[in-house]
């Protein structure tokens, strides 16, 4: 066997094993890192692998049961035990590799003894590399027998290595293994890049001429840079022996080269946001108190959540209408899923017994995953109860993955649920805390999945993901992304004072600056093995962030760029978006032509809709339809007449949608409870109902960072609700009905339903109809008094039952306790508001539905929001104006484009 080595080979390679060759055998090319798993192959050291959670696990372990108060890191301990261990681990990963023996090793200062300490009293440990490397170096000195005739070193310098990899080349010499260093390529480029390369080796610098074999290809954006190497690959990439360098990759990259009937390059970066994967880490997010609300609607929302889909979509619902767990809305949700499951078990013919027990397996399904126990985060959820939540997530991902074709993301969904299991275990508590937990859950799918659709293509150029994994010549080199080069700052982990006591034992830990050196090298390669050309792709932002120049690009500009005009830079400097300006351009020695493309004109705002004719009133209208048919025919043509309905996208409501929705639940039940209170026994009765209720109707206002909001709205609501019953008393008002639902018919087969929030009895015996708002201001209903409310009219045609005279009515806006009412004698004088009269809004909105529906049965809708020059005036005057700026229709009647 022939092992090609080279420090950042452990990944893809160019070339590979078989380089120009149709086949190879017995040919590896591979890092440090493969090699070790290579001899462990050899050796007969091979074992399962190991997860680095969780030996991070047996390290806070470890740490607990050491007694470490008197230790020097046991503040930081105490504060974060997980990420305190983690790197504690860490730093003993680095001294075993150099050669630290703990038995041997005593001494050396507080961190070395503190870390002397526990590796002495863990005996039983999970092993990492460092443990894995060290037994291969043992094993080699007994000697043994190497299946490995030569070793090829591709490094140019082995001063970069660390002392472990020295060591390990070492002692296969030792074993018989011939070793050989690679033949350093001279190459002699022309031009720039023969300026460039020369520099690298003690040459003078030299003004840049622009001959193409140095490219700084400049772009806006991905998706322009992208553009660029697809022209290139497309024409030049297919001629010359070209590498592509592209980091991580990038989906823009692969999605431009698709459409030009291209390769992709594939994308290695790795994500942790794939449906399937959130299942544990949401799941578990359930079991907290206060209940996280936002995580049970994500829970509920996945496509592949565990809860069946009838039951999740009820729940979705609930909680977008009313955010908590066990209120009333949250009761008839499930309610409804129950009877719709018992509809569809009868319309599949099953018996009573067999719907008795899917009812059972429903009921199971819905203890198991939402109505479950809850722990404080801080005392944190049992081991046991954490163990079976993994458990129950595993045996869902398995059952689903035996009925798909495409499971390889529920089977690594199980393997993670199974691996949080075990490190759990591994901490040797009884109960682990939501700040413990999330950190686990980091360990185990922070890293995330690569996505395995896309994959690297066959290509005729080579594709790297790093400039030190070349080993040898390439006619040109494509570095995607040549920005931000992810090299963090060196840390000194170890005192000088540290690092002289362990040199003197033998143990060489690496300098903190060898990483940046060894990683600089790297970046060295591209001009030493690039036998033609150099592109370096900058885009100037990447996913809307903006990037920064790599620091390669500091030694280019002071090799190439050596006048103070910026001529050389500008003379290696290419603008991506000149591709798109001329039909013909020159690219590094060859022609491109591009063909123009007409755009074509986005559809611009449209007032007028032609529609098929004969639309009609439904059987059955509510006060906020014709609201919206008088504000805008349009919205009410696709929501009502045409089912449009927005995405399937459950979210929260607003604040303020949360809070009148629980300031209408304490309502409700205060008046379930009595409806006659004082006003000082209501106040107090609100405040508690308000509390009681929070959790079931507004759980998202037990969050730490709604805590003023909460407070604050509590108190205004109670003042408020003690000025309602003050105005009752003070007015003689008697509450009759809450949420009463009320039906009349309108005409022509058209009847009109309302639920009104209070019902009361005048002085007088007249009814009373109460409107109660949370959201918007006093000036908005005001104004609608003034002009025309839609709503309150027909509110009170609901209750008049016939009756010809005017009926008292008023909004009651529970922020500030502020009444605002029609002119009525029996309302506050100081609270009426100048408008049309109760005859006058009904024939007003009569005239106008008239209007509107002989619009409709001609087939015009208006979008009485897009306005024009002839149209401003009518909207400005318009009785109902458009409730523009909460509809779900702007997309489509090109109001959004309008704004814009």
Same mark, same amino acid.
């Given at each position: 066997?022939?092992?090609?080595?080279?420090?950042?080979?452990?990944?893809?390679?160019?070339?590979?094993?078989?380089?120009?060759?149709?086949?190879?055998?017995?040919?590896?090319?591979?890092?440090?890192?493969?090699?070790?798993?290579?001899?462990?192959?050899?050796?007969?050291?091979?074992?399962?692998?190991?997860?680095?959670?969780?030996?991070?696990?047996?390290?806070?372990?470890?740490?607990?049961?050491?007694?470490?108060?008197?230790?020097?890191?046991?503040?930081?301990?105490?504060?974060?035990?997980?990420?305190?261990?983690?790197?504690?681990?860490?730093?003993?990963?680095?001294?075993?590799?150099?050669?630290?023996?703990?038995?041997?090793?005593?001494?050396?200062?507080?961190?070395?003894?503190?870390?002397?300490?526990?590796?002495?009293?863990?005996?039983?440990?999970?092993?990492?590399?460092?443990?894995?490397?060290?037994?291969?170096?043992?094993?080699?000195?007994?000697?043994?027998?190497?299946?490995?005739?030569?070793?090829?070193?591709?490094?140019?310098?082995?001063?970069?290595?660390?002392?472990?990899?020295?060591?390990?080349?070492?002692?296969?010499?030792?074993?018989?293994?011939?070793?050989?260093?690679?033949?350093?390529?001279?190459?002699?480029?022309?031009?720039?890049?023969?300026?460039?390369?020369?520099?690298?080796?003690?040459?003078?610098?030299?003004?840049?001429?622009?001959?193409?074999?140095?490219?700084?290809?400049?772009?806006?954006?991905?998706?322009?840079?992208?553009?660029?190497?697809?022209?290139?690959?497309?024409?030049?990439?297919?001629?010359?022996?070209?590498?592509?360098?592209?980091?991580?990759?990038?989906?823009?990259?692969?999605?431009?080269?698709?459409?030009?009937?291209?390769?992709?390059?594939?994308?290695?970066?790795?994500?942790?946001?794939?449906?399937?994967?959130?299942?544990?880490?949401?799941?578990?997010?359930?079991?907290?108190?206060?209940?996280?609300?936002?995580?049970?609607?994500?829970?509920?929302?996945?496509?592949?959540?565990?809860?069946?889909?009838?039951?999740?979509?009820?729940?979705?619902?609930?909680?977008?209408?009313?955010?908590?767990?066990?209120?009333?809305?949250?009761?008839?949700?499930?309610?409804?899923?129950?009877?719709?499951?018992?509809?569809?078990?009868?319309?599949?013919?099953?018996?009573?017994?067999?719907?008795?027990?899917?009812?059972?397996?429903?009921?199971?399904?819905?203890?198991?995953?939402?109505?479950?126990?809850?722990?404080?985060?801080?005392?944190?959820?049992?081991?046991?109860?954490?163990?079976?939540?993994?458990?129950?997530?595993?045996?869902?991902?398995?059952?689903?993955?035996?009925?798909?074709?495409?499971?390889?993301?529920?089977?690594?969904?199980?393997?993670?649920?199974?691996?949080?299991?075990?490190?759990?275990?591994?901490?040797?508590?009884?109960?682990?805390?939501?700040?413990?937990?999330?950190?686990?859950?980091?360990?185990?799918?922070?890293?995330?999945?690569?996505?395995?659709?896309?994959?690297?293509?066959?290509?005729?150029?080579?594709?790297?993901?790093?400039?030190?994994?070349?080993?040898?010549?390439?006619?040109?080199?494509?570095?995607?992304?040549?920005?931000?080069?992810?090299?963090?700052?060196?840390?000194?982990?170890?005192?000088?004072?540290?690092?002289?006591?362990?040199?003197?034992?033998?143990?060489?830990?690496?300098?903190?600056?060898?990483?940046?050196?060894?990683?600089?090298?790297?970046?060295?390669?591209?001009?030493?093995?690039?036998?033609?050309?150099?592109?370096?792709?900058?885009?100037?932002?990447?996913?809307?962030?903006?990037?920064?120049?790599?620091?390669?690009?500091?030694?280019?500009?002071?090799?190439?760029?050596?006048?103070?005009?910026?001529?050389?830079?500008?003379?290696?400097?290419?603008?991506?978006?000149?591709?798109?300006?001329?039909?013909?351009?020159?690219?590094?020695?060859?022609?491109?032509?591009?063909?123009?493309?007409?755009?074509?004109?986005?559809?611009?705002?449209?007032?007028?809709?032609?529609?098929?004719?004969?639309?009609?009133?439904?059987?059955?209208?509510?006060?906020?339809?014709?609201?919206?048919?008088?504000?805008?025919?349009?919205?009410?043509?696709?929501?009502?007449?045409?089912?449009?309905?927005?995405?399937?996208?459950?979210?929260?409501?607003?604040?303020?949608?949360?809070?009148?929705?629980?300031?209408?639940?304490?309502?409700?039940?205060?008046?379930?409870?009595?409806?006659?209170?004082?006003?000082? %026994? =209501?106040?107090? /009765? #609100?405040? @508690? !109902?308000?509390?009681?209720?929070?959790?079931? $109707?507004?759980?998202?206002? *037990?969050?730490?960072?709604?805590?003023?909001?909460?407070?604050?709205?509590?108190?205004?609501?109670?003042?408020?609700?003690?000025?309602?019953?003050?105005?009752?008393?003070?007015?003689?008002?008697?509450?009759?009905?809450?949420?009463?639902?009320?039906?009349?018919?309108?005409?022509?087969?058209?009847?009109?339903?309302?639920?009104?929030?209070?019902?009361?009895?005048?002085?007088?015996?007249?009814?009373?109809?109460?409107?109660?708002?949370?959201?918007?201001?006093?000036?908005?209903?005001?104004?609608?008094?003034?002009?025309?409310?839609?709503?309150?009219?027909?509110?009170?045609?609901? %209750? =008049?039952?016939? /009756? #010809?005279? @005017? !009926?008292?009515?008023?909004?009651?806006?529970? $922020?500030?306790?502020?009444? *605002?009412?029609?002119?009525?004698?029996?309302?506050?004088?100081?609270?009426?508001?100048?408008?049309?009269?109760?005859?006058?809004?009904?024939?007003?909105?009569?005239?106008?539905?008239?209007?509107?529906?002989?619009?409709?049965?001609?087939?015009?809708?208006?979008?009485?929001?897009?306005?024009?020059?002839?149209?401003?005036?009518?909207?400005?005057?318009?009785?109902?104006?458009?409730?523009?700026?909460?509809?779900?229709?702007?997309?489509?009647?090109?109001?959004?484009?309008?704004?814009?």
């Amino acid at each position: 066997m022939e092992v090609l080595l080279g420090s950042w080979l452990d990944g893809a390679a160019y070339p590979d094993a078989m380089g120009e060759a149709d086949a190879a055998v017995g040919r590896v090319v591979t890092g440090f890192r493969g090699l070790v798993g290579v001899l462990e192959t050899i050796l007969g050291l091979t074992a399962p692998p190991v997860s680095e959670a969780r030996r991070v696990a047996e390290w806070v372990r470890l740490i607990q049961s050491s007694g470490y108060t008197s230790l020097p890191f046991a503040e930081s301990f105490r504060v974060d035990p997980w990420n305190t261990a983690k790197e504690l681990l860490r730093r003993r990963d680095e001294l075993v590799l150099a050669g630290w023996d703990a038995p041997v090793h005593m001494g050396g200062g507080r961190w070395l003894e503190a870390l002397t300490a526990l590796e002495a009293s863990h005996t039983n440990r999970t092993p990492g590399f460092a443990d894995r490397m060290r037994a291969v170096l043992q094993r080699l000195r007994e000697p043994a027998h190497v299946e490995i005739d030569q070793i090829t070193l591709l490094d140019q310098n082995d001063a970069l290595w660390e002392a472990w990899q020295r060591d390990l080349v070492a002692e296969l010499c030792k074993c018989g293994v011939r070793l050989k260093w690679s033949e350093s390529s001279e190459l002699e480029a022309e031009g720039d890049l023969g300026h460039l390369q020369r520099a690298q080796t003690g040459g003078e610098p030299a003004l840049a001429s622009g001959d193409s074999s140095v490219m700084m290809v400049r772009a806006e954006n991905e998706w322009e840079a992208a553009d660029f190497v697809a022209t290139w690959l497309g024409t030049k990439g297919m001629e010359e022996n070209t590498v592509l360098i592209r980091g991580d990759g990038s989906l823009t990259l692969g999605e431009v080269l698709h459409q030009r009937g291209l390769p992709s390059p594939g994308v290695e970066k790795p994500s942790r946001w794939r449906e399937v994967l959130q299942v544990l880490p949401l799941a578990i997010e359930t079991y907290w108190e206060p209940v996280r609300i936002e995580a049970m609607l994500q829970f509920l929302s996945l496509e592949d959540s565990p809860v069946p889909r009838r039951v999740r979509h009820e729940l979705s619902r609930a909680i977008s209408n009313a955010p908590g767990i066990g209120g009333r809305q949250w009761a008839e949700a499930l309610e409804t899923a129950y009877r719709r499951s018992t509809e569809r078990w009868a319309e599949e013919g099953l018996s009573q017994e067999q719907q008795a027990s899917e009812r059972a397996k429903l009921d199971k399904r819905i203890s198991e995953w939402i109505d479950h126990r809850r722990f404080h985060p801080d005392s944190g959820i049992p081991v046991d109860e954490l163990r079976r939540i993994c458990s129950q997530v595993a045996v869902w991902a398995h059952g689903l993955a035996a009925n798909r074709d495409d499971d390889g993301m529920l089977l690594e969904a199980a393997r993670q649920a199974a691996e949080v299991a075990d490190v759990a275990d591994a901490l040797g508590t009884t109960t682990v805390s939501r700040l413990q937990l999330q950190r686990i859950l980091d360990a185990v799918s922070g890293g995330g999945v690569v996505i395995s659709e896309i994959r690297e293509e066959a290509a005729p150029w080579g594709v790297v993901e790093h400039p030190g994994q070349l080993w040898a010549p390439a006619d040109a080199v494509v570095w995607w992304g040549f920005h931000d080069s992810k090299q963090g700052p060196a840390t000194r982990t170890w005192t000088s004072a540290e690092r002289m006591w362990l040199r003197d034992r033998g143990v060489e830990v690496p300098d903190h600056t060898l990483a940046s050196r060894r990683q600089a090298a790297a970046w060295r390669r591209v001009a030493h093995f690039a036998g033609k050309r150099i592109i370096f792709v900058a885009p100037k932002r990447v996913a809307g962030e903006a990037t920064t120049d790599h620091p390669l690009w500091s030694e280019v500009k002071q090799v190439l760029c050596t006048d103070e005009q910026g001529l050389g830079e500008a003379a290696i400097t290419y603008d991506a978006s000149d591709l798109r300006r001329s039909e013909t351009v020159r690219l590094a020695g060859a022609e491109i032509r591009r063909v123009t493309q007409t755009p074509a004109a986005l559809p611009g705002p449209i007032r007028d809709w032609q529609v098929p004719a004969g639309i009609a009133l439904r059987e059955k209208e509510s006060a906020s339809s014709l609201d919206t048919l008088l504000g805008c025919s349009l919205a009410w043509g696709l929501h009502y007449a045409g089912k449009v309905r927005s995405g399937n996208v459950a979210s929260l409501p607003s604040n303020n949608q949360t809070l009148g929705t629980l300031m209408h639940e304490v309502l409700s039940v205060m008046l379930q409870e009595s409806m006659t209170w004082s006003s000082e %026994v =209501a106040r107090v /009765r #609100a405040g @508690e !109902l308000f509390d009681e209720l929070v959790p079931t $109707t507004a759980a998202v206002l *037990l969050e730490p960072k709604n805590a003023k909001l909460r407070r604050d709205a509590k108190t205004r609501f109670v003042a408020s609700i003690e000025q309602l019953f003050e105005l009752l008393a003070e007015t003689g008002i008697e509450l009759k009905k809450t949420e009463a639902t009320l039906v009349q018919n309108w005409g022509e087969g058209v009847d009109i339903e309302g639920r009104l929030d209070l019902v009361g009895e005048a002085q007088g015996g007249e009814p009373v109809v109460i409107d109660l708002k949370w959201s918007w201001g006093k000036n908005y209903y005001r104004e609608l008094l003034g002009r025309l409310s839609v709503q309150l009219t027909v509110y009170l045609w609901l %209750v =008049a039952e016939g /009756r #010809a005279e @005017e !009926l008292p009515g008023f909004y009651f806006l529970l $922020t500030d306790g502020t009444v *605002l009412a029609r002119q009525h004698p029996n309302m506050p004088r100081n609270a009426q508001v100048s408008g049309p009269s109760q005859g006058e809004s009904l024939a007003l909105i009569r005239q106008e539905i008239d209007r509107v529906l002989s619009e409709l049965s001609e087939g015009r809708l208006t979008a009485t929001g897009i306005v024009s020059a002839d149209t401003a005036e009518a909207l400005a005057s318009a009785l109902v104006k458009p409730k523009c700026r909460f509809c779900d229709y702007q997309a489509i009647c090109g109001l959004t484009e309008v704004a814009k």
